[in-house]
């Protein structure tokens, strides 16, 4: 089965913190990717990571691609209010074309 | 606009009454997909078809049906809908199902089967 593991299911902590979410499996992944979804919405890609080691920076948000493509990570540095949401890593397999979601993570930063 | 368009958004229904989830996209996208999202289960997919007349099973294609009979709409038919059923649905689309193909998701549709 591949399953891709996300870390922590929830977390909830003040603004200006730092915070990391983890996605981990035992697959290699051609890519990752990752979305946040607000609620009442579909999930929007933030990024996409190839390369393992690959690490990419979008504002405050900071992600790595493991250098086996088994995982991945999301830094935030300085979490604002905007930041609430569920983030979903996505797999993709090129073997058999299929896409894998993560559970997600909930984050709500408190003002 | 770029758009993925569900219709409709929210839905409440009786058992075994046929129902049709409508989905469209202006980008032209080869690839479309549905997927449902369950509190604890994340999103998991119905079908995905990779182009005209193309479809194939996701990993809960039990209960739906889908056609792709023109590129831009993707409609997911739910012949006699259950309680098991509901459950929030979303369609994607992307131009390329590959390495790196972004998903375009619609606002999703709630459905609730009584």
């Known amino acids: 089965t591949q399953l891709l593991e996300q870390s922590p299911q929830f977390l909830s902590i003040q603004e200006g913190e730092n915070l990391t979410v983890y996605c981990n499996s035992s697959?290699?992944?051609?890519?990752l990717q990752w979305y946040r979804q607000e609620p009442g919405e579909g999930p929007v890609l933030l990024v996409t990571v190839v390369t393992g080691g690959e690490v990419k920076k979008l504002k405050r948000l900071t992600f790595q691609f493991g250098d086996a493509r088994k995982d991945s990570s999301l830094h935030i540095t300085a979490a604002q209010t905007g930041d609430t949401g569920l983030y979903l890593c996505?797999?993709?397999?090129?073997?058999?074309?299929?896409?894998?979601f993560g559970k997600g993570t909930r984050l709500h930063i408190l003002p | 606009e770029a758009q993925v368009t569900q219709n409709p958004r929210y839905l409440i229904t009786v058992t075994g009454k046929k129902l049709t989830v409508t989905c469209s996209q202006n980008m032209n996208h080869e690839y479309m997909s549905w997927y449902r999202q369950d509190p604890g289960l994340g999103l998991r997919q119905i079908y995905y078809?990779?182009?005209?007349?193309?479809?194939d099973k996701g990993d809960v294609p039990e209960g739906y049906k889908v056609s792709r009979k023109e590129k831009r709409n993707f409609p997911l038919i739910l012949e006699s809908p259950s309680p098991n059923q509901t459950s929030l649905y979303f369609c994607a689309s992307s131009s390329l199902q590959g390495a790196t193909g972004e998903l375009f998701f619609g606002e999703g549709s709630r459905l609730t089967v009584l």
């Open positions: 996505a797999g993709f397999m090129n073997r058999d074309d299929k896409i894998i």
């Open positions: 078809s990779m182009n005209v007349e193309v479809t």
């Open positions: 697959s290699v992944f051609s890519s």
